[in-house]
Structure formats: structure tokens, C-alpha cells
């Protein structure tokens, strides 16, 4: 059984920081490009990040701001976020979609992150 847990999220002021965690079990961690989405109330999802073989994309929003990592040894990614913004706020979602067979993927469950003073 596929499962995709984050962590981490959390109340943050203007500015600060959050790292959040994504951890996979019952699956090839290596073979899944792996991403982080967000949804804003009212919004629709949208893709924060993501990572396929070692090149990492961002949405212009969080570039200069958001580091996307992951450790295959551990079955895990992170995302680093500095200078965090109200627009931040929003449930981060991890993502995992097989590289070889057409829909595989999978989601976790949601971490909300709430940037506010």
C-alpha cells in the first residue's frame, strides 16, 4: 500500500520559515517524480515544485524563496520555505507520479501552512 505522509506545516509570521517533509512507504521512491502542489481557499490546486531526476522547477511565485529537495536513501522530499508571504497560505500537497507507467500517482494528504501576523 502506497502512502504519502507530510509534516511540518504550521503558523509562521511574514518572513518566516517552514520546512516541510513528505514521506513515502510501499513504493520505489527512486522511480516517482515527485512534486508539491498547493491550494489556496477558493483557488484551484496549482504546482508549487517539482523534481524529476535531479532538475527542480518552481512556479515564479516561490523561486528565490522555496528549495525543493529530496533524499531517495530515506524515501522522502522536503521543501524549504524562506521569506514567507500571506499568498503563501494554503494546503501543500505531496506528489508522487511514476516515470514509466501511465497513471500511477499518488497524493498525500495535506499539510496546511498559514502565514499570517
Known amino acids: 500500500q502506497v502512502q504519502l505522509v507530510e509534516s511540518g506545516g504550521g503558523l509562521v509570521q511574514p518572513g518566516g520559515s517552514l520546512r516541510l517533509s513528505c514521506t513515502a512507504s510501499g513504493m520505489i521512491f527512486r522511480l516517482y517524480i515527485m512534486g508539491w502542489y498547493r491550494q489556496a481557499p477558493g483557488k484551484q490546486r496549482e504546482l508549487v515544485a517539482g523534481?524529476?531526476?535531479?532538475?527542480?522547477n518552481y512556479t515564479d511565485s516561490v523561486k528565490g524563496r522555496f528549495t525543493l529537495s529530496r533524499d531517495n536513501a530515506k524515501k522522502t522530499m522536503y521543501l524549504q520555505m524562506n521569506s514567507l508571504r500571506p499568498e503563501d497560505t494554503a494546503v501543500y500537497y505531496c506528489?508522487?507520479?511514476?516515470?514509466?507507467?501511465?497513471?500511477?500517482?499518488?497524493w498525500g494528504q495535506g499539510t496546511q501552512v498559514t502565514v499570517s501576523s
Open positions: 506528489n508522487g507520479r511514476h516515470m514509466y507507467i501511465d497513471n500511477e500517482e499518488y
Open positions: 523534481i524529476t531526476g535531479g532538475t527542480v
